[in-house]
């Protein structure tokens, strides 16, 4: 599903123009994500939680070449299914 397949669902079901279905939408993401940059963990009940995970510095290498390159540090987002999830997947 993609985010426009969202935004067609959403405001079918709720009876909603495609407009008001996108900031809804739109809102939701905005919230999510700015809640992981401040380091917030956000928990969906029955859903999942999303939290920022960080990752440390370290040596890789270039597959084509086999040389060693330094891969920087980073932080990313990591999403764990909840129960009701995995239990509607199951």
């Given at each position: 599903?993609?985010?426009?397949?969202?935004?067609?669902?959403?405001?079918?079901?709720?009876?909603?123009?495609k407009?008001?279905?996108?900031?809804?939408?739109?809102s939701?993401?905005?919230?999510?994500?700015?809640?992981?940059?401040?380091?917030?963990?956000?928990?969906?009940?029955?859903?999942?939680?999303?939290?920022?995970s960080?990752?440390?510095?370290?040596?890789?290498?270039?597959?084509?070449?086999?040389?060693?390159?330094?891969?920087?540090?980073?932080?990313?987002?990591?999403?764990?299914?909840?129960?009701?999830?995995?239990?509607?997947?199951?």
């Open positions: 599903m993609t985010k426009a397949e969202l935004i067609d669902s959403i405001a079918a079901k709720a009876d909603l123009q407009a008001t279905a996108e900031r809804i939408v739109n939701i993401f905005d919230d999510i994500v700015g809640a992981l940059k401040s380091g917030d963990k956000v928990n969906i009940s029955g859903f999942g939680t999303f939290q920022v960080d990752r440390k510095a370290r040596v890789g290498r270039n597959p084509k070449t086999g040389e060693a390159i330094q891969i920087a540090a980073s932080r990313t987002a990591k999403f764990k299914a909840g129960k009701g999830l995995k239990d509607s997947l199951n």
